[in-house]
């Protein structure tokens, strides 16, 4: 006989396990382990052979589908990072930090959809009605036809939009939606799983668009939006800096489009606007050559995009060096570090290490590594890189380094923002960009010792 167990789940990335622990074992967060009750039993009988299905009818692949009709808003940024405009019958996760803006991004969003002529429904599960209208008076949206609700129960929501049937209804935020067929607390796991699983299949079912809005959370009992990241057909997270005015909206899964793609937006006293040159604006506070501060010319998506990497080597007053990273991937600089050591001959032990992305961007690419490795030592040996260089190259354990993809993008995106050299990999596709002259180089050993005078 099947006992019903209580099982505990992790709230930041919804692993499941039969024991408690401080540490979960899928993401290593500590302290987000929780109780959980499960969704519904399962059926009652432990197998399926009792009494028989029915037959589904299979199809092959040679069937022609037209592609979803999609509707733009208009609003660039976010079409493009959409997979080219709105997919109907499909759910759409947004998250992002407390604060970052998601609110904001999405009822303007709601807005420029239902100018376009979208039936659009904004349900509020953390603000008063008033509150949202207040909020879009400040954002001179008050004249979209957008409909408001201001609830939290499941049940109602979904009755009100089987009635009205809107094209799209944004549901903000997960977390505070309640199911009553689920006996938890809003936020929790289950609450979170079940609600979403809902939204989802209605969207599907009703042919309706529906974005859910989840907050990302850093511990406690409430869920984060990665519980649910497997059940929709687009995740979208919402990033930035609070000290910094920009934002950037990253697709990391998109069933219907290119994940990684991202928009850039300038959080202003009116809401936010697009940024249609992002390589200018994290560019704008760069000044004179300096040590450490390096040029990297990264691909976003399908877009080109400049950033300025900036390293500081310092001696270290602590037995255990710092190595801190904002930006960019911690174990990704202890390689860079460590192939800089053996094959180069350029230790950091006893060196303090920090690593910034101007601008409060994040890059996950690994042409990086040879902007990096080029701060790195530019900090260390405090001599700055030749003016309008822009750098990039992936680094091998082996110390060579390997071409990347989209080289000519890099090299215009370069040349348009008054670049004229750029230093990369030999071996990549042969591009030749106007304005831009290149300096190629098989192993970082060829690049420290030409760069900097031998290493
Ligand atoms: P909000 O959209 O409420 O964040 P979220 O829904 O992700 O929690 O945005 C909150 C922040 O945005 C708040 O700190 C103020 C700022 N903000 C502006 O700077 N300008 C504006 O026009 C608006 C509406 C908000
Ligand atoms: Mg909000």
């Not at 037959?55 to 592609?67: A, C, V």
């Not at 249609?276 to 300096?290: V, Y």
């Not at 877009?303 to 270290?316: F, G, K």
């Amino acid at each position: 006989m099947a006992k019903s167990k209580t099982t505990f789940s992790c709230t930041a990335c919804g692993s499941v396990f039969t024991k408690w622990s401080g540490k979960c074992d899928g993401c290593g967060e500590w302290n987000t382990i929780v109780e959980d009750t499960p969704i519904s039993a399962g059926p009652s009988s432990a197998t399926l052979g009792g009494s028989k299905g029915k037959s589904i009818t299979l199809t092959d692949l040679r069937h022609e589908e037209t592609p979803p009709p999609r509707t733009l808003s208009g609003v660039n940024e976010l079409d493009r990072v959409l997979g080219g405009g709105l997919v109907p019958a499909s759910a759409i996760l947004v998250g992002g930090d407390p604060g970052i803006g998601k609110s904001t991004l999405l009822l303007q969003a709601a807005a420029e959809f239902a100018r376009k002529g979208l039936k659009t429904i904004y349900v509020s599960g953390e603000e008063a009605s008033a509150q949202v209208r207040m909020r879009a008076q400040r954002l001179k949206l008050t004249d979209a036809p957008v409909q408001l609700a201001a609830e939290t129960n499941l049940r109602d929501i979904l009755t009100t939009l089987d009635q009205e049937k809107p094209q799209l209804a944004i549901i903000d935020s997960i977390q505070t939606m309640w199911s009553d067929t689920v006996g938890s607390a809003p936020g929790s796991v289950s609450q979170v799983r079940a609600a979403a699983h809902e939204l989802t299949s209605f969207a599907k079912r009703k042919n309706m668009a529906i974005v859910i809005v989840g907050h990302v959370t850093k511990e406690g009992q409430i869920a984060g939006p990665r519980v649910v990241e497997h059940m929709v057909d687009t995740v979208l997270y919402f990033e930035g800096e609070r000290g910094h005015q920009f934002r950037v909206l990253r697709a990391v899964k998109n069933r219907f489009g290119a994940a990684d793609e991202i928009g850039v937006f300038e959080m202003t006293g009116r809401g936010l606007s697009q940024v249609t040159n992002p390589s200018a604006l994290f560019l704008a506070e760069r000044g004179e050559p300096a040590p450490g501060s390096v040029v990297f010319a990264g691909i976003e998506g399908t877009r080109p995009v400049l950033v300025e990497l900036q390293a500081l080597v310092a001696p270290s007053p602590h037995a255990q060096p710092r190595r801190a990273v904002v930006g960019w991937d911690n174990s990704r600089l202890a390689m860079i570090l460590a192939v800089l050591e053996a094959r180069c001959g350029i230790p950091f032990t006893g060196l303090d290490v920090y690593l910034n992305v101007a601008g409060g961007m994040k890059i996950s690419e690994p042409a990086a590594d040879l902007a990096v490795a080029a701060a790195l030592i530019s900090a260390r040996e405090d001599s700055a890189i030749p003016a309008k260089t822009a750098i990039f190259g992936e680094i091998s354990l082996s110390g060579a380094l390997r071409p990347v993809s989209q080289t000519e993008n890099r090299l215009k995106e370069a040349s348009k923002l008054g670049f004229t050299t750029a230093i990369a990999p030999v071996g990549g596709k042969a591009a030749q960009v106007e304005g831009m002259s290149q300096t190629q180089f098989a192993d970082l050993a060829q690049f420290v010792g030409d760069i900097f005078g031998a290493g």
